[in-house]
């Protein structure tokens, strides 16, 4: 069954520094999504993407966040200059013309 | 998008079904329902959605009332790995950026 994979599982860095979270989306799928979710809390809306451009975003996607799909399958999330309050579960998804949702496992992003 | 209410927790025997309710008076004429899960530290993951048929799948049951104001997901014969948080999520499919905004949940203890 097809699913949505992302890497790395697992990111540590330190504040000020970038990061690229990666996702691979299912394959026949035309909607792209990220969202997070802070230790304790709900899962919250990032972004969304479709036909090669950002169709919404929330207030917590400010220009330190990035989307960029730069080959086709993959779909990244760039944070230029991390801060402590983005430690986080970060979960991509994507969607099919109906729009249900399938996540991925998450990226566990640890800023120190 | 229209709120929804669901009871914070519940508990339900192993081998049982289990029915969680969501209250969704406010819906409108063009929004489905939704009902995503959480298992611990996991992503969501898609369960079921309807407009205002009932809806069947190999994972649960909705039933949705004539009125359209409340929802039941059933799991049919509960195990321990359906223990999670459910989400009952109303919403119009294909809106602009097709966000999914998720409450606090209900939280379903499935026990021996």
């Known amino acids: 069954e097809p699913e949505v994979t992302q890497t790395p599982s697992h990111q540590v860095t330190q504040m000020g520094q970038e990061v690229i979270l990666r996702c691979v989306p299912i394959?026949?799928?035309?909607?792209f999504y990220w969202y997070r979710q802070i230790l304790g809390q709900k899962v919250e809306f990032l972004v969304s993407f479709y036909n090669n451009e950002i169709s919404e975003k929330s207030e917590i996607f400010d220009d330190q966040f990035s989307v960029e799909r730069p080959d086709g399958s993959n779909f990244t999330l760039k944070i230029r200059s991390t801060k402590l309050e983005d430690s986080a579960m970060y979960f991509c998804?994507?969607?099919?013309?109906?729009?249900?949702?399938?996540f991925g496992p998450g990226t566990r992003l640890t800023v120190l | 998008d229209a709120k929804t209410t669901q009871p914070t927790s519940m508990d339900c025997a192993e081998g049982r079904a289990a029915n969680l309710p969501c209250n969704h008076s406010t819906i409108s004429g063009n929004e489905y329902v939704y009902w995503y899960r959480q298992i611990h530290s996991q992503g969501p993951q898609y369960i079921i959605h309807?407009?205002?048929n009932n809806e069947t799948n190999e994972m649960a049951s909705l039933i949705i009332t004539e009125d359209r104001k409340s929802s039941t997901l059933i799991l049919p014969h509960a195990t321990l790995r359906d223990t999670a948080v459910y989400y009952c999520?109303?919403?119009?499919?294909?809106?602009?950026?097709?966000?999914?905004?998720f409450g606090q949940g209900t939280e379903l203890s499935v026990k021996p």
């Open positions: 998804a994507s969607g099919s013309r109906y729009n249900e949702q399938f």
């Open positions: 999520i109303v919403r119009v499919p294909n809106n602009q950026g097709g966000k999914l905004i």
């Open positions: 394959s026949n799928h035309l909607y």
């Open positions: 309807g407009l205002k």
